[in-house]
Each structure stands twice: as C-alpha cells, then as structure tokens.
C-alpha cells in the first residue's frame, strides 16, 4: 500500500541551530506543509472510513493532546485499538532511519513491540514532522502495524496534496491558546533545583515544556483532554483555585499533577476536561515528592487564563 511508486532512500534532516530554542515549536517552515502551528487540523490528516476495515471505527476529534486526533478502533474480538494522527516537534526533527520517499513524504516505519506501532513522517524542508500511531492497552491481537500504515496510506496521499487545512477556531477560553513555555517564570522556576531556566524545550506549537537541571531531570508541562472520569485519578486537592487530583504514579512511575482546566462535552457529546499536566521525570523517582510537583504547579495554575 505504502510502497506503491516508491523509492526508498536514507532520509537525514537538517537540524535548527539551537533545538532548545522555545520559539521552535511553533514556527512555520518555507515548506509550509503544517503552516501556523497552533491552526493546523490534524483530523485533517485520518479517516475513520479507512480503518473501517478492521473493525468499528469512531473519530474523536476533542481526546488527548491538542496536536492530534483519533480513531478509536474495536475489531470483531473486542480488542481496542487507539489510532493516532499528529505533529510533533522535538527539536531535531523525526528520529532518523530508513525513509521510504512517496512524493515529497519519507515515510520512517519504527518496528511494532506488539503494544503499539509507529510511523513518522517527515516533512521536505521542515524540523516539525507527522506522525501515525496505533496502539492497544490490553492483551489483544490487533495487527497494529498494519492499521499503521492504513491510516499513514491516507495522511501521506493528504500531504503530497499540499497544506495541511485549518482547524475551526476554537473556544477563547481553551488551553490550545496558551503557551506552556509561558506559564512558569524564574521566581517559580527557583523551585526546581539547579534548573537551566533560559533553555525552556518547547514541543509543538508550545502545548507542552520541558526543563532540564544539573541533575538530569526534566520539568514537564503538558496540555490534555481526557474523559472527566478517567481525569478525576488520584488525590483531589484545590491549587490556584482549580480542581487538582494528585496521582504519584500517573505519569509512568513518576507524580502527575493534574489541573482541571475547564469542562466541554465532546462533537461526539462525551463530558470531558481541559487540563494541564505537570511531572517531574528522572532516572531516580523515588527522590521525586509530589510536593515538589505540586508546587511548580501552583504558579502555573494561577497563570492560566480565567474561565
């Protein structure tokens, strides 16, 4: 399907001068393939009729970060397959491999681990790449990689047809308008010890931030929508007046802090939640408190726009 008319060719990108710089993440490039960052529609780029083949597909445009979109999948075995579309931005472009050129598209398939599988597509003249997931959370038997490349089939064929179309503008008080990158300053900065404060790591369009510090650990932000149940994990505590559920292990083994942005139902009318995540990650989590974690969160919640 994919391999139809094409030539496959070692794909090497060129690198920013500065992959830390926070501006980055939501610059267009003269491809212009994704455009402004912040407007670009990836359900633009996934069809649910295209993964109808392997089972029940519904399209979810309002799950998960703001810089994808979703089909859920459940095939005839009861198996649920989350099918992802989106940008991403890492600095340095898609991790390099073997790029199977269709058009002005490299294709980079990343071998399945029978838990998910990964294509990554790079775009001509651009450090900002796509990107195609699927993956299940359960014991199923799923051909993961094969729905991969189903919905990488469609995204590819939409950006050889030119830019990427705008998504509808979106509600004012929405966390899509906010820059992650923003929301901490130095003073709460000083919090996390031995941080390099003037090197924030912007991802794309600025939803989600790093920082680094002398000891290897990484600050993270990160703007979410998840379903208001699965959303309410963890401790409730109120930080910043917003609703706030504290959960030492939800991020991987590391404490996730989660404010509770705003509420929205759904186009497919589910209840739902905004929210900003915060976790500390290092080699080490058992040197991690939550208190620390929460208290980064604070400032930032209190820089949030008001709802």
């Known amino acids: 399907m994919l391999g139809l008319l094409a030539a496959t060719a070692w794909l090497v990108l060129n690198r920013p001068d500065d992959p830390d710089d926070p501006g980055n993440g939501g610059t267009a490039s003269t491809a212009d393939l994704i455009g402004d960052s912040r407007t ?34 459940t095939d005839p075995s009861g198996t649920e397959v989350d ?6 931005q890492e600095g340095d472009g898609p991790p390099s491999g073997q790029a199977e050129m269709i058009g002005q598209i490299g294709v980079i398939r990343e071998p399945g681990d029978g838990d998910s599988c990964t294509r990554n597509l790079a775009l001509p003249g ?37 830019p990427v179309p ?25 919090l996390f010890p031995g941080v390099e404060a003037t090197r924030p790591e ?21 703007f979410d929508r998840e379903d208001q149940a699965a ?26 802090v ?8 759904s186009e497919n009318g589910d209840p739902r939640v905004e929210r900003m995540i915060v976790a500390i990650l290092r080699d080490d989590q058992d040197a991690v408190a939550c208190d620390l974690v929460a208290g980064l969160a604070e400032p930032a919640a209190s820089a ?4």
């Open 40 to 73: 670009a529609d990836p359900c633009a780029l996934i069809d649910s009729d295209a993964l109808a083949e392997y089972g029940d597909a519904v399209l979810d445009a309002d799950y998960g970060n703001f810089n994808a979109c979703y089909v859920f999948v």
């Open 83 to 88: 099918v992802k579309v989106g940008f991403a």
């Open 126 to 162: 651009d450090e900002r790449f796509a990107f195609v997931s699927a993956s299940q959370h359960d014991d199923g038997v799923a051909d993961l990689c094969a729905m991969a490349d189903t919905a990488a089939s469609v995204a590819v064929e939409a950006l050889n047809r030119g």
């Open 166 to 190: 705008r998504r509808e503008a979106p509600d004012t008080e929405s966390l899509i308008n906010v820059d992650a990158c923003g929301l901490l300053d130095a003073e709460a900065l000083d």
């Open 202 to 222: 912007a991802r794309f369009a600025n939803w989600e931030c790093h920082w680094r510090n002398t000891d290897g650990a990484t600050l993270l932000i990160e």
């Open 231 to 256: 959303a309410q994990t963890g401790s409730p505590v109120t930080i910043g007046g917003h609703q706030v559920y504290i959960d030492p292990e939800g991020y991987g083994d590391a404490c996730q």
């Open 258 to 265: 989660s404010v509770v942005h705003r509420e929205y139902t």
């Open 304 to 307: 949030l726009p008001p709802t």
